[in-house]
């Protein structure tokens, strides 16, 4: 199993990023995908999350209407578009896989977690 997330980097406030995972070694349509963050001396907190159809969508509150999570289930692929960042949204970012078809806000209900990525946004 594997989820191999990438695009991270430094960024000015107000700029974007798009972070990507790629998934090997399940079976990716069964599962729901979660982005995580989790910055220095903090939690783990939930970011965005994508039904295992790609229907459904689900923001945290800090990033609702800037971040937008989207699937290909064809690549196995989940994307974060991440737009009108702000410092605030420094943090390693991490994909994970929850085997309910609809994620889960708590990382406690996750099956399966790639290696994170560094976002760093400059004020």
């Known amino acids: 199993v594997q989820l191999q997330a990438s695009g991270g980097g430094l960024v000015q406030a107000g700029g974007s990023l798009r972070l990507s995972c790629v998934v090997s070694?399940?079976?990716?349509?069964?599962?729901?995908i979660g982005w995580f963050r989790q910055a220095p001396g903090k939690e783990r907190e939930f970011v965005a999350g994508?039904?295992?159809?790609?229907?459904?969508?689900r923001y945290a509150d800090a990033v609702s209407g800037r971040f937008t999570i989207s699937r290909d289930n064809a690549k196995n692929t989940v994307n974060l578009q991440m737009n009108s960042q702000k410092p605030e949204d420094t943090a390693v970012y991490y994909c994970?896989?929850?085997?309910?078809?609809?994620?889960?806000?708590?990382?406690?209900?996750?099956?399966?977690w790639g290696q994170g990525t560094q976002v760093t946004v400059s004020s």
């Open positions: 994970a896989a929850d085997w309910d078809s609809w994620p889960s806000l708590r990382p406690s209900e996750y099956n399966y």
């Open positions: 070694g399940f079976t990716f349509v069964d599962y729901g």
């Open positions: 994508i039904s295992s159809s790609g229907t459904n969508t």
